[in-house]
């Protein structure tokens, strides 16, 4: 079956760490996204990719990182800058065509230990 | 201003009501316009695109105003199945941003 997969499902992070959150999608779509929810908020758009080795910052993307080094996949690196990590994050991936949805995968939720 | 803005409520109706969301959106250059139902923990599913012309899915029903930029759903004969937060989302900009309300709460109950 077509989709976007997020691994992992839950993560905690430790004071000073990086962590990655991997996303896969295997819709052959060009862009993809992150998002942070918090609870009670609306979806914010951390980073997006159009293209492979391309990719622009979103509203909130400090203390992110991201890479594009394959159509298929678009990993977010959650670092020590970002203060408040703890959110709901999810990957989501369109056709290049305008007007399009985007479609999501199950989400990571991130806790601090 | 938020850019989409939708009443959180909740909306707690009874099963087979009908009831209506309904969601304002500050950039007229806003090109679509779309439905999608988060269930608590889970990721955002699309429910249905919404036209100016108005569009039907089922028991869904899309509008789009764009003169008052202004964008509803209603959902007839309400089942247990629908309780879910609803997202009113605007698409704008040449690389297909997504804006999203902060969602409103249905409760349909027995």
Known sequence: DGGIT????YLFRKEGQNV???CEQNLNHDAMYWYRQDPGQGLRLIYYSQIVNDFQKG??????SVSREKKESFPLTVTSAQKNPTAFYLCASSRQISNQPQHFGDGTRLSIL | RKEVEQDPGPFNVPEGATVAFNCTYSNSASQSFFWYRQDCRKEPKLLMSVYSSGNEDGRFTAQLNRASQYISLLIRDSKLSD???YLCVA?????NK???GAGTRL???P
Do not use: C
């Open chain 1, 6 to 9: 997020q691994s992992p499902k």
């Open chain 1, 20 to 22: 990655t959150l991997s």
């Open chain 1, 59 to 64: 509203d909130i993307a400090e203390g992110y």
């Open chain 2, 83 to 85: 309780s879910a937060t």
């Open chain 2, 91 to 95: 698409l704008s900009g040449g690389y």
């Open chain 2, 98 to 100: 997504l804006i999203f």
């Open chain 2, 107 to 109: 409760a349909v109950h």
